[in-house]
C-alpha cells in the first residue's frame, strides 16, 4: 500500500478534529482541502464567505489564484462523499459525553431559505423563503437540529428540489416536499442513534394533518405549532379553531385560573416567567384523543398573538385512559410548553449562527457542491462545541439522580455544570488564535521570504498551538 503523504497541519485544535475525517479523503489535496475550507469559515466574517474569502484572496481579482481554484476543485470536482463525512460528524457528537443526546432534548425540523439569483444553480426556484417572510427566487434546505437547554447542533441537511426541475413536476417520482423531507429526516435521526422527548416543528409543518400522521405512524412523538386560524370540522356550536378553542376554556384570573394551570418556564440566562397552560379540546382533539391540542399563553385573558402558542401532540397525558397503553412517556401541561420553548429560541440562534459561518454565501451551482458546502458548515459548527468543551469539560456527579426523559432539567443530564455552553463565546475563542495565525502567516510571507525573527516566530507557534490573544480584557 502506498504511504499517505503527510498533510500540512490545520492551526491548533482545528488539527485534531480535522485528524478524525482523513480516512474519508482519498488524496492529500483533500485532506489540506478540508482543513482549509473549515478554517475559512471559522474564520471573522469582514465579507460574504465566498471561496475567494475563504482563501484570504481579493474579491473577483483573485479568484483565478491557485488557493481559490484549488478549493473550487475540492468543493465541486473532487471525488469525496458528503454524506460519510456527516456521518462521522454525527459519530463524533454520539461519543462524545458532552453532546450526546438524551431523551430530554428535542428534535427541530426546520427549513432555511436563501437568496440566490438565476436558473441555473440546483434547486433554485422562486419560491417562499420564510428568513425574509416573502416569496423569492432562491434555495430552501429542510433541516434537523438537535437541542436542549443547554446546547444545539445540526443533524442533517437536504436542499428542497422544486417541482420545475423534474419532468414531470410534482407527478415526477423523483420529487419530494419539503414535508416528506423533513420527516425522512426525523425518522433518519432516529435510526442514527438520537434519543428524543419528541420532534418540535413551527406552523409550516403543524398545521399538516399528513405530517403529523406520518410522524405518528414511523413512531415518533411530537410537539407542534398550530395556526390560530387553523380551522377543521366540528358541530356548529362548538370551536372550529383552536383560537375558539383557547377562548371557550374557563378563566377567571390568576386567582380562579380554572381550566389553565400555572407554567414556570425557565430560560438560558437563569430568568423565569409565569405563563400559563390548559388542555383544549377541537373536535376530535382533546385531553386523552390520539391529538391533544394544548395552549400555552402569558395572558388567557387575552390571548396575545406573540406569547401564545397552540401546540398538536401526540404525548398522553399523565393518568389518562392513553398513558398505560402508549409507547411514549406522558407528558403534562409544563413539558410540552418546554419543549416547544426549545425549539423556539433554538430557531432564532440557529439562524445567526448559520450566517456567521457563511451558510448562504456558496458560489457554485451542482448539488453535489451545494450538500458539501452545507456539510463543511456543520462541520465547522460541531468543531466550535468539540473547542469548548475540550477547555471546559463538563463534570458530572455520579451520585446525583439523572432525570427522566421528559422531567425539567435544565441542561438535561448535565445540569448545574458552570460555565453555561455558549456557541458565539467559543467561536470568539477560536478566532482568537486562528485570526492571528491567518494574518502572520500571510502577511510576513507577503514581507520577506526569510525566516520569521524570534520574537514574531515565537508568537506565531504560540497561535499555531491554539493560544489565542485577548486583546480585551474585563476589568
Known amino acids: 500500500m502506498t504511504r499517505r503523504l503527510p498533510c500540512p497541519v490545520a492551526p491548533g485544535p482545528l488539527e485534531g478534529y480535522a485528524a478524525r475525517f482523513d480516512d474519508l479523503f482519498g488524496s492529500l489535496a483533500q ?3 478540508f482543513r482549509e475550507y473549515l478554517a475559512g469559515l471559522l474564520a471573522p466574517r469582514d465579507r460574504n464567505k465566498t471561496l475567494t474569502a475563504l482563501a484570504g484572496a481579493e474579491p473577483v481579482a483573485g479568484a483565478q489564484h491557485r488557493s481559490v481554484q484549488r478549493l473550487q476543485f475540492f468543493l465541486s470536482e473532487s471525488r469525496w462523499d458528503p454524506g460519510r463525512v456527516n456521518d462521522r460528524r454525527l459519530e463524533l457528537l454520539l461519543a462524545d459525553p458532552a453532546t450526546a443526546p438524551h431523551g430530554g432534548g428535542v428534535l427541530v425540523i426546520d427549513d432555511s431559505g436563501d437568496r440566490k439569483d438565476g436558473t441555473k444553480t440546483a434547486h433554485v426556484g422562486h419560491q417562499w423563503l420564510g428568513r425574509y417572510g416573502k416569496t423569492d427566487n432562491g434555495v430552501v434546505t429542510v433541516t434537523t437540529v438537535w437541542a436542549d437547554e443547554r446546547l444545539y447542533y445540526p443533524v442533517d441537511a437536504v436542499p428542497y428540489t422544486p417541482a420545475r426541475h423534474f419532468a414531470k413536476g410534482k407527478s415526477d417520482p423523483g420529487f419530494r416536499t419539503k414535508l416528506a423531507i423533513g420527516a425522512d429526516l426525523a425518522i433518519r435521526a432516529r435510526a442514527a442513534g438520537f434519543a428524543f422527548r419528541a420532534v418540535a416543528a413551527d406552523s409550516a409543518y403543524g398545521d399538516q394533518d399528513g405530517f403529523r400522521g406520518e410522524l405518528a405512524a414511523a413512531g415518533l412523538p411530537f410537539v407542534m405549532a398550530l395556526k390560530p386560524r387553523h380551522g377543521t370540522w366540528a358541530y356548529g356550536p362548538d370551536a372550529h379553531t383552536p383560537a375558539d378553542a383557547a377562548r371557550a376554556l374557563a378563566w377567571g384570573g390568576p386567582g380562579d385560573p380554572g381550566d389553565w394551570r400555572l407554567v414556570t418556564r425557565t430560560f438560558r440566562d437563569g430568568h423565569t416567567e409565569t405563563w400559563w397552560a390548559a388542555d383544549a379540546t377541537l373536535g376530535w382533539w382533546g385531553p386523552d384523543g390520539l391529538t391533544r391540542l394544548v395552549v400555552a399563553t402569558a395572558d388567557p385573558g387575552t390571548l396575545p398573538p406573540k406569547a401564545t402558542w397552540y401546540l398538536a401532540t401526540n404525548l398522553p ?24 420553548g426549545i425549539r423556539h ?17 456558496f458560489q ?9 458546502h452545507q456539510v ?56 482568537a488564535w486562528l485570526s492571528p495565525w491567518t494574518v502572520l502567516r500571510r502577511w510576513w510571507a507577503a514581507w ?28
Not at 324 to 332: E, I, K, R, T
Not at 345 to 361: C, F, N, P, R, S
Not at 385 to 397: G, L, N, R, S, V
Not at 400 to 410: D, F, H, I, T, V
Open 31 to 33: 485532506r489540506r482541502g
Open 448 to 475: 520577506s521570504k526569510a525566516p520569521p525573527p524570534p520574537q514574531l516566530q515565537a508568537l506565531m507557534d504560540s497561535v499555531t498551538a491554539g493560544q489565542g490573544l485577548h486583546l480585551y480584557i474585563r476589568n
Open 345 to 361: 429560541w433554538t430557531e432564532q440562534g440557529y439562524k445567526q449562527v448559520k450566517d456567521e459561518l457563511g451558510w448562504a454565501d
Open 317 to 340: 397525558r399523565p393518568g389518562g385512559p392513553r398513558e398505560a397503553g402508549s409507547p411514549h412517556p406522558a407528558a403534562d401541561l409544563a413539558e410540552i410548553t418546554r419543549i416547544y
Open 364 to 372: 457554485v451551482r451542482s448539488d453535489i457542491a451545494i450538500r458539501r
Open 376 to 431: 463543511l458548515v456543520t462541520c465547522a459548527f460541531s468543531f466550535c462545541w468539540a473547542a469548548w468543551f475540550a477547555e471546559h469539560p463538563p463534570h458530572y456527579d455520579n451520585a446525583a439522580p439523572q432525570p427522566e426523559p421528559g422531567q425539567l432539567s435544565l441542561g438535561g443530564p448535565h445540569a448545574a455544570i458552570p460555565p453555561a455552553p455558549s456557541w458565539p463565546q467559543a467561536l470568539r475563542a477560536i478566532r
